[in-house]
C-alpha cells in the first residue's frame, strides 16, 4: 500500500468523528479493548499522563510533552484532531510517526481492522498506543478525543489524570449539564490515581470530589494553590506571574492566549504531582518546556500570529467559552476595524456562539472542506437573524486573502470558528 493508499482506507473504511460527527461515536470501549489485546496490550507497556477537559487540554497536553522533553525523557504525545496531517497526531520528541510506520501498521492488520470495525479514532488509539510500545518511550501524554468515560483513550492506567475545565461542547454525546458533562470527564479518574483539576467550577466541583472519593483517588484544584496572572506578551512567549504559598515568580510561556492563565495551574500542579513521584523534572526543564513549547511539540493554531500590518490572528477556539475567551483577548488589542474570517460545523449550538460576536465587526463567511461543516450560506443567514452581516466566500483562503486585501493596515484579521478552518490556512 501507498500512504495515500493506506489513508484512504482510515478514513473512508472507518467512520470519523472529525468529518462525518455523530455517526462514528461509539458508547463504548469494547472495539478498543478487542483491538488493544490483538496488538498485545501495548497501552501497558508505557508510562503515561491522561489529560481530559473541555478546552485546554490540546495546550496542556503539549506544555507537559514539552516539558518531558526538554527533561531528556523519550516522550510520546497523543492529540486530535490534526490540523494539516494526519501523522501530528502520533509524536515522539516532537517528530511525527512516519508515514511508512503507518503503512506498515494498516498493512499488518488490516484482516483484522477490516473485520472488527473499530471507528477512525479507535483505530489511531491503537496505532499510537502501538508505536509508543514499539518505540519504548518513557512517558506518553495523551490527549482524550471526546468526554472521558467512553473514549478510546481510556484503557490507560496513567501516572496521573489531568482535567482541564469544564464547558459546553458536544452536549448530544456527553449530557445537557456541566454536571453531567463533568461525570464524563471524570471517567478518566482511575482507582487509586492522582488527579489534577485546573479549573474549578462550582457545577464540577462536587462532581470531580465524588467521583475522586468512590475511587480513593487524590484530588487537587489547581486554580486553589497556583494563581496565574498574565503580565503580557514578549516577542513568541507570553508572561505571567505565578503565586503559590506566598512565593512570585514570573514565567515565560510560549502559548499568547490570554486563556492560557487557566491551563497553567494545572500544568504547574500536575508537573509537581510527577516530580513528587519520582520523575526528574527540573526547574531549567520545566522553564524550557514552557517557553518553547511551539517550537518542541510542533503546536500551531492556538493564538497564532499569522501576519502584521495588518495583524491577523488566528486561533481553534470554537465553543462558547473558547469563543469568549478569544473576544475578551481581542478587546486588549488595538485596531480601527475588526475583521472575522468565521466558518463553524454543523453541530455546535451556532446562534449561541453568534449571539457573542460584536455587531461591529466586518465579517467573511467561509466553510471547511469537511461533510461536517456548516455551509458559508447557512452561516450567512443564521449570522443575519442576530445582526451580523459580511461577505460569504466558501473558501478559507480566498477568505482570508479577500480581508486582507480589503483591511486597512492598522485593521485586525481574525480566523477561526472551527479547528477545520484554522487547518486549511495555507500560511500556517
Known amino acids: 500500500m501507498t500512504y495515500q493508499e493506506t489513508l484512504d482506507f482510515l478514513y473512508q473504511a472507518l467512520p470519523m468523528f472529525q468529518r462525518v460527527g455523530a455517526a462514528a461515536f461509539k458508547k463504548d470501549l469494547s472495539n478498543t479493548v478487542q483491538l488493544c489485546k490483538y496488538l498485545d496490550h501495548p497501552q501497558r507497556k508505557f508510562k503515561s499522563v491522561h489529560v481530559g477537559g473541555t478546552n485546554g487540554k490540546g495546550s496542556s497536553s503539549h506544555a507537559l510533552a514539552a516539558v518531558f522533553q526538554a527533561a531528556g525523557y523519550k516522550t510520546g504525545l497523543y492529540t486530535s484532531p490534526h490540523l494539516k496531517s494526519f501523522t501530528e497526531r502520533i509524536r515522539i520528541n516532537g517528530q511525527e510517526i512516519p508515514e511508512e510506520r503507518v503503512v506498515a501498521f494498516v498493512e499488518s492488520h488490516q484482516q483484522f481492522l477490516t473485520s472488527l470495525q473499530p471507528s477512525f479514532f479507535e483505530m489511531t488509539v491503537g496505532l499510537a498506543f502501538w508505536y509508543f510500545a514499539q518505540e519504548q518511550v518513557d512517558i506518553a501524554i495523551v490527549e482524550v478525543g471526546m468526554g472521558g468515560r467512553l473514549d478510546s483513550t481510556n484503557i490507560l492506567l496513567p501516572e496521573l489524570a489531568l482535567i482541564t475545565n469544564i464547558g459546553w461542547d458536544h452536549m448530544q454525546f456527553l449530557g445537557d449539564s456541566l454536571e453531567k458533562i463533568a461525570f464524563e470527564k471524570a471517567g478518566i479518574i482511575k482507582q487509586n490515581t492522582p488527579v489534577v483539576i485546573s479549573q474549578s467550577q462550582l457545577e464540577t466541583q462536587p462532581v470531580f470530589e465524588k467521583v475522586a472519593e468512590e475511587k480513593d483517588a487524590p484530588i487537587c484544584f489547581a486554580d486553589q494553590k497556583w494563581k496565574v496572572k498574565k503580565q503580557g506578551n514578549l516577542e513568541k512567549q507570553a508572561l505571567f506571574q505565578i503565586k503559590r504559598e506566598g512565593k512570585e515568580s514570573l514565567l515565560s510561556f ?175
Open 254 to 428: 510560549g502559548l499568547l492566549g490570554d486563556y492560557q492563565r487557566h491551563n497553567l495551574p494545572g500544568i504547574l500542579e500536575a508537573l509537581d504531582q510527577l516530580k513528587s513521584i519520582g520523575w526528574q523534572l527540573s526547574d531549567e526543564a520545566i522553564n524550557k518546556g514552557l517557553a518553547e513549547v511551539t517550537d518542541l511539540t510542533g503546536l500551531k493554531g492556538r493564538w497564532q500570529l499569522l501576519g502584521e500590518s495588518p495583524t491577523i490572528i488566528a486561533d481553534t477556539g470554537h465553543n462558547e467559552p473558547g469563543v469568549q475567551e478569544i473576544l475578551n483577548q481581542l478587546k486588549t488589542y488595538s485596531f480601527r476595524k475588526l475583521w472575522m474570517v468565521l466558518g463553524m460545523v454543523q453541530d455546535k449550538d451556532v446562534i449561541k456562539i453568534l449571539l457573542l460576536l460584536p455587531k461591529d465587526a466586518q465579517y467573511v463567511f467561509c466553510e471547511a472542506q469537511i461533510p461536517r461543516a456548516l455551509k458559508a450560506t447557512e452561516l450567512a443567514v443564521k449570522a443575519k437573524s442576530v445582526g451580523l452581516s459580511g461577505e460569504v466566500i466558501p473558501d478559507v483562503n480566498k477568505a482570508l486573502n479577500f480581508a486582507r486585501k480589503n483591511a486597512n493596515k492598522d485593521d485586525l484579521i481574525f480566523i477561526g470558528g472551527s479547528t477545520f478552518v484554522v487547518a486549511e490556512i495555507e500560511s500556517l
